[in-house]
């Protein structure tokens, strides 16, 4: 009698409990830290913004010298001084006279307030007015109407008001997003320590399996789970070693397993031969090179799943092995349950699983008693593109048809879909209608 198929939670926390800790650190540039997962915190060399600095452009006064202005009688002030972004007031603004001043430009001392171009009028040397309102290009004009009061620190931004020196403005953990590389670098890094990306070798197998493009003969098909397997494996965050595609044989399996070991991977994905066929040789080259710690899992698509670990040359953490189903559906589904959660954690992910929602999926779905299934779905959209919610704010979802069904060899629908909706493994027939939990595939 076999032994009963694992659960999802249980497979994964076997597998995650294979990873003693993140990848070690590495410094890098902060031009090249996108996408990467900071190792230590992010503290602030300098504070934001650096001193009182102009929110925009306009001259910088003494609010007590405008504070009779209004639009019928402006108050005329001396300009005494230009101060460009990058530049500094070569004296102080006294009392009756202003400074031009640009956006970003630190605020001479004396003043503390800035009155807007827009309020003014400029006046040159001989008294003649100028265009009210204008912009600020050209020469700085002998002098100025201002046209509205401001009050103290109007259109100041406050040294330190965004980040103060010594500050940690990132924690570890964080993946770094184009706003987080911002801010990093805004506040003086100009390298960071992030975590080392896994190092994953992907390997497709099967005598009738040609990469793509190449001739198929009677009896071929393309390769798509190598390439497949691999953009997934860099969309998680790893490195990525390409084994090529390995006949049905157990000696030249093993062979490119051992080499993918010698290179220094942290984790080994083969596609195909996990099954109970006469030529799945998946398993017995994950004995030959280390050890099978799980095989067979409740899923659907996905059942036959294979993962062990095998020993590091040298020592060290073990090196993770994942045998996936040959189905390329399967695959997906079974590296987003396993694989990824397992790369992430390796790469120092706070959180390593995919955000959940909840939809309805509002067409019936067969599937099988005992199995929990992840069936690709569409999710309904509104006229602006966003997912149609009910009033309890459940997706509306739609199986994803593709040209074939949910076949776990349909890679149409695969392609066609935004998530994968999940059905319990008590449920046999999903009710058109019913709630199901509901993983983005393109969050998280």
């Known amino acids: 009698m076999s032994a009963p198929l694992e659960r ?19 410094a890098v540039a902060i031009d090249a830290s996108l996408g990467r997962v900071l190792a230590e915190p992010v503290v602030a060399a300098t504070s934001l913004p650096p001193w009182d600095n102009s929110a925009m452009d306009g001259y910088a006064v003494l609010a007590s010298d405008v504070a009779a202005a209004r639009d019928d009688t402006p108050v005329r002030l001396a300009v005494t001084g230009d101060v460009p972004a990058g530049g500094m007031a070569s ?18 001392a004396g003043a ?3 009155v807007p171009v827009e309020t003014t009028t400029p006046l040159d040397a001989a008294g003649h007015l100028g265009p009210r309102g204008r912009d600020a290009a050209g020469p700085a004009p002998a002098a100025v109407l201002v046209h509205e009061r401001v009050a103290p620190g109007a259109n100041v931004r406050r040294a330190a008001s965004d980040v103060r020196a010594g500050e940690v403005v990132l924690e570890p953990g964080v993946a770094l997003t184009a706003q987080a590389v911002a801010v990093a670098a805004g506040s003086g890094a100009a390298q960071i320590l992030v975590h080392q990306r896994p190092l994953v070798a992907v390997l497709a197998t099967g005598d009738e399996v040609r990469p793509p493009g190449a001739p198929l003969g009677p ?14 494996a860099a969309s998680a965050g790893a490195d990525v070693l390409a084994l090529g595609i390995a006949r049905d044989d157990l000696a030249d399996v093993s062979a490119r397993l051992r080499s993918a070991i010698e290179a220094g991977a942290d984790a ?24 099978i710690d799980l095989w067979r899992v409740a899923v659907q698509p996905g059942k036959p799943f294979a993962f062990g670990t095998a020993d590091r040359p040298g020592g060290g953490p073990a090196v993770l092995l994942f045998g996936l189903p040959g189905n390329p559906v399967s695959s997906f589904v079974t590296f987003e349950l396993f694989v990824r959660p397992a790369l992430r954690r390796l790469g120092g992910h706070r959180r390593p699983l995919r955000p959940t929602d909840r939809g309805v999926l509002l067409d019936e779905a067969p599937k099988s008693l005992g199995r929990r299934a992840f069936l690709r779905v569409t999710a309904e959209r509104d006229s602006a593109g966003a997912p149609r919610r009910d009033d309890r704010g459940r997706v509306a979802l739609r199986l994803a048809r593709g040209t074939a069904g949910q076949g776990s060899h349909v890679l149409s629908a695969l392609a066609a879909a935004d998530g994968l909706a999940v059905v ?7 009710p058109a209608g019913g709630e199901v939990e509901l993983w983005w595939l393109d969050e998280g």
């Open 112 to 114: 503390d307030a800035v």
């Open 268 to 291: 080994i994905v083969v596609a195909g031969g996990v099954s109970v066929g006469p030529f799945d040789v998946v398993k017995l080259a994950f004995e030959a090179i280390g050890r």
């Open 91 to 108: 004296e102080p603004v006294a009392s009756g006279a202003a400074i031009r001043i640009a956006t970003g430009g630190p605020l001479p």
């Open 424 to 430: 319990p493994e008590e449920v046999d027939v999903h």
């Open 219 to 232: 009896a071929g098909i393309p390769d798509a789970n190598g390439p497949g397997l691999r953009a997934l």
């Open 8 to 26: 999802v939670e249980a497979a994964r926390e076997r597998i995650l409990s294979h990873i003693v800790g993140p990848l070690p650190g590495e």
